[in-house]
């Protein structure tokens, strides 16, 4: 921008002596339309989304503690995500190992267990892994894959960078984390 306004600086005074006052104000005025005309699609094309984050977009918005991140950080965050897939049977997380990713599912079916217990089941658009990251202890529960699933991981770094910078987001995990860790706990 101050490049710009010093490129005008420069400009104006060599474009009004060589059009003259009157025509220095028209040519200025249409220099915007002629500029979006020639370099608007390239920006209007340059800012589409693939279809494929889109929907990861959506999937990180649909997330309660995410859903209040802005648009900027949602998509650094979406530009992190490795996608993974995982058989019916597999463990994603296993209780008690180091957290180093937060999930969100984008497809598929997992089930929750702690201290071997069923406890709830994870479905498309659902988060988890968020409890040892945010509060940096071994994972509370075992994740394991339904069905064929396919997830969204982001990691540890990136995902508590997001958090920490809105106020919102950290304080709806927080509540959150407490929430699943009382309901763990509750277990017979």
């Given at each position: 921008m101050m490049g710009?306004?010093?490129?005008?600086?420069?400009?104006?005074?060599?474009l009004i002596g060589l059009v003259g006052d009157r025509a220095a104000f028209a040519v200025a005025g249409l220099s915007l339309p002629v500029a979006?005309?020639?370099v608007g699609r390239a920006l209007v094309n340059g800012d589409r989304l693939e279809a494929g984050r889109a929907s990861e977009l959506?999937?990180?918005r649909g997330v309660p503690m995410l859903a209040p991140l802005s648009g900027p950080v949602l998509e650094r965050l979406a530009n992190c995500i490795v996608r993974t897939e995982y058989p019916a049977g597999a463990a994603v997380v296993n209780e008690g190992d180091r957290g180093?990713?937060?999930y969100v599912v984008a497809d598929g079916r997992l089930a929750v267990t702690v201290h071997g217990r069923d406890v709830?089941?994870?479905?498309p658009g659902d988060g988890f892994g968020e409890i040892a990251l945010i509060r940096d202890v071994p994972r509370t529960a075992t994740i394991s894959a339904i069905g064929p699933v396919t997830l969204l991981a982001i990691?540890?770094?990136q995902f508590l960078e997001a958090l920490t910078g809105q106020p919102r987001s950290r304080t709806i995990a927080t509540g959150l984390v407490d929430d699943r860790l009382a309901a763990d706990v509750s277990l017979p």
């Open positions: 710009a306004t010093a490129l005008g600086a420069l400009a104006v005074p060599f979006i005309a020639l959506r999937l990180l180093d990713r937060f709830r089941q994870l479905d990691n540890r770094s």
